[in-house]
């Protein structure tokens, strides 16, 4: 019995030794949470489900804001932050301007997180779990979210401007934009399948709708009948802010519908689009998730945990803000 215990207490300290050198060699983890917040992942559910009950639109919004925060500095909540002392936020950029949204959500999140485990739960580990549970919400796949991230102490607005890709982009453009933040291919098809909820405002797309050379007719990638319903609420001049959705056959559902208007020529995006009509590449794979749903949720999973992992603060680098919108000195 001795022998028995001793064994199982040597088992123990081996655990936790090999949980605390995981922890503390700056790797993600799933588990990161388990002791110090072990209702954490539980808290956030139960919010997202509440914001997007309220607002259907707020799953997309809360997906893209985890895109655009690693696509700037790294997965470290830099894109959460307002404008103050040295800070000049991110929201102020072009891609995120009269578009980003869902903050107020993750203050809600933040908030919650506070009272039940104070500043343990980082704000970018936030944004990723939410991102997940925003994709699950609205019928799209599970994965583990890989925890540990910590928080920026400041944002880049050039960042922002510059690094985030744009639906006038050209798709060697937004290879490279994701090259450089170690996504492939793959990778950029699968995760533009996001796509297949939210909107976009007739400001992003205009230019597929008026040939910008001059003879005012639709882009010839795109269907000529789906132009004309465009148009009508997308005029030439005014009606900028106008949201049509990106996705208009499953507007709220995650599914591979996205795939399958882009085989019609119904993206309305150029740059989704072009995924079908620039590169066999890219059209191979938009085909293959047109066709096997199952084959594009599989994966959506890993890349958005791939996404997820790029540079991420850990160890002792940044801090657990206390609110997500400010740093904490």
């Keep these: 019995?001795?022998?028995?215990?001793?064994?199982?207490?040597?088992?123990?300290?081996?655990?936790?030794?090999?949980?605390?050198?995981?922890?503390?060699?700056?790797?993600?983890?799933?588990?990161?949470?388990?002791?110090?917040?072990?209702?954490?992942?539980?808290?956030?559910?139960?919010?997202?489900?509440?914001?997007?009950?309220?607002?259907r639109r707020m799953a997309a919004s809360l997906?893209?804001?985890?895109?655009?925060?690693?696509?700037?500095?790294?997965?470290d909540g830099s894109v959460l932050l307002d404008s103050s002392g040295t800070i000049v936020s991110e929201k102020r950029s072009n891609p995120r301007r009269d578009s980003a949204r869902?903050?107020?959500?993750?203050?809600?999140?933040?908030?919650?997180?506070?009272k039940e485990c104070p500043q343990t739960v980082s704000c970018a580990d936030i944004l990723a779990v939410v991102a997940r549970d925003s994709t699950v919400i609205t019928g799209g796949p599970s994965w583990e979210v890989p925890l540990g991230r910590r928080d920026s102490l400041?944002?880049?607005?050039?960042?922002?401007?510059?690094?985030?890709?744009?639906?006038?982009?050209?798709?060697?453009?937004?290879?490279?934009?994701?090259?450089?933040?170690?996504?492939?291919?793959?990778?950029?098809?699968?995760?533009?399948?996001?796509?297949?909820?939210?909107?976009?405002?007739?400001?992003?797309?205009?230019?597929?709708?008026?040939?910008?050379?001059?003879?005012?007719?639709p882009d010839a990638t795109l269907?000529?009948?789906?132009?004309?319903?465009?148009?009508?609420?997308?005029?030439?001049?005014?009606?900028?802010?106008?949201?049509?959705?990106?996705?208009?056959n499953t507007q709220f559902k995650f599914d591979n519908f996205y795939y399958k208007n882009l085989v019609a020529s119904e993206g309305l995006l150029s740059s989704d689009e072009i995924l079908f009509t620039q590169s066999s590449t890219t059209m191979a794979l938009v085909k293959k998730y047109a066709e096997d749903n199952g084959a594009f949720f599989e994966q959506f999973a890993k890349s958005m945990v791939k996404m997820g992992n790029v540079d991420p603060l850990t160890g002792k680098r940044g801090e657990i803000r206390k609110i997500c919108r400010r740093i904490n000195h």
């Design 223 to 248: 269907d000529k009948t789906y132009a004309a319903q465009l148009r009508q609420r997308c005029p030439q001049s005014g009606g900028d802010q106008n949201l049509f959705a990106l996705d208009f």
């Design 1 to 55: 019995m001795a022998l028995s215990m001793n064994l199982l207490f040597l088992v123990l300290i081996i655990s936790l030794s090999l949980a605390h050198l995981c922890f503390a060699d700056g790797s993600l983890t799933p588990q990161f949470y388990d002791h110090s917040c072990p209702r954490a992942q539980q808290i956030v559910k139960g919010v997202v489900e509440k914001a997007v009950a309220k607002d």
């Design 154 to 217: 400041g944002a880049s607005l050039s960042g922002s401007n510059y690094n985030i890709p744009a639906p006038n982009n050209t798709l060697q453009t937004i290879i490279t934009k994701f090259k450089l933040k170690g996504l492939d291919i793959v990778d950029l098809v699968t995760l533009l399948g996001s796509h297949t909820i939210g909107d976009a405002r007739c400001t992003s797309f205009r230019q597929r709708l008026y040939n910008q050379s001059g003879n005012g007719l």
């Design 63 to 75: 997906l893209r804001l985890h895109f655009h925060d690693c696509f700037v500095k790294g997965c």
């Design 102 to 114: 869902g903050f107020e959500v993750i203050d809600e999140v933040k908030s919650a997180l506070e």
